[in-house]
T-cell receptor, first 111, second 112 residues
Framework: QKEVEQNSGPLSVPEGAIASLNCTYSDRGSQSFFWYRQYSGKSPELIMSIYSNGDKEDGRFTAQLNKASQYVSLLIRDSQPSDSATYLCAVNDGSNYKLTFGKGTLLTVNP | DTGVSQNPRHKITKRGQNVTFRCDPISEHNRLYWYRQTLGQGPEFLTYFQNEAQLEKSRLLSDRFSAERPKGSFSTLEIQRTEQGDSAMYLC??????????FGQGTRLTVV
């Protein structure tokens, strides 16, 4: 069974710090990797996608992928209280594009 | 609003009743997915459509669940004879293959 593992947290960081969120996956055939942000009571919102090894930067967010280690991470620079949410890691194998999600990491940014 | 739209946003039903949810995907997206999310868990895949064809259904999905996507546009998810264990957030997502999936606001189902 394909699995995606995340630390459930909560991860607490002060405002302005770097938040680091980690995810590992079991299926070596996985090809696409996504980070979703989910505020309490709301639906997941796509914030980053990454498809090849290395780093991908978008504003304050950087996604990092290491397929050999089956590891993907999300860095949030200059964290803001508005970044407080659950961050979901999602993986698909490219065959049908359905996503397998981790349980999410709760991030709290303290003012 | 050009995003994924789901209705209703909330549904409270008595155990044993049937419920139906609707999803309107982003218009140019040919793939549509249904997921279910319970508290403290990530979304769990239920089924997906490419255009009007239902191409995969989760083995976890009981026969009480059925989904349709007539004409490859909107989709409906029906749950028959609801049980308390069906209480969850039901999420619809769409994508233009191959691409990222975008979620609707979800339908929160409470079975009492």
């Amino acid at each position: 069974q394909k699995e995606v593992e995340q630390n459930s947290g909560p991860l607490s960081v002060p405002e302005g710090a770097i938040a680091s969120l980690n995810c590992t996956y079991s299926d070596r055939g996985s090809q696409s990797f996504f980070w979703y942000r989910q505020y309490s009571g709301k639906s997941p919102e796509l914030i980053m996608s990454i498809y090849s090894n290395g780093d991908k930067e978008d504003g304050r967010f950087t996604a990092q992928l290491n397929k050999a280690s089956q590891y993907v991470s999300l860095l949030i620079r200059d964290s803001q209280p508005s970044d407080s949410a659950t961050y979901l890691c999602a993986v698909n194998d490219g065959s049908n594009y359905k996503l397998t999600f981790g349980k999410g990491t709760l991030l709290t940014v303290n003012p | 609003d050009t995003g994924v739209s789901q209705n209703p946003r909330h549904k409270i039903t008595k155990r044993g009743q049937n419920v139906t949810f609707r999803c309107d995907p982003i218009s140019e997206h040919n793939r549509l997915y249904w997921y279910r999310q319970t508290l403290g868990q990530g979304p769990e895949f239920l089924t997906y459509f490419q255009n009007e064809a239902q191409l995969e259904k989760s083995r976890l999905l009981s026969d009480r669940f059925s989904a349709e996507r007539p004409k490859g546009s909107f989709s409906t998810l029906e749950i028959q004879r609801t049980e308390q264990g069906d209480s969850a957030m039901y999420l619809c997502a769409s994508s233009f293959s191959p691409s990222e999936a975008f979620f609707g606001q979800g339908t929160r189902l409470t079975v009492v």
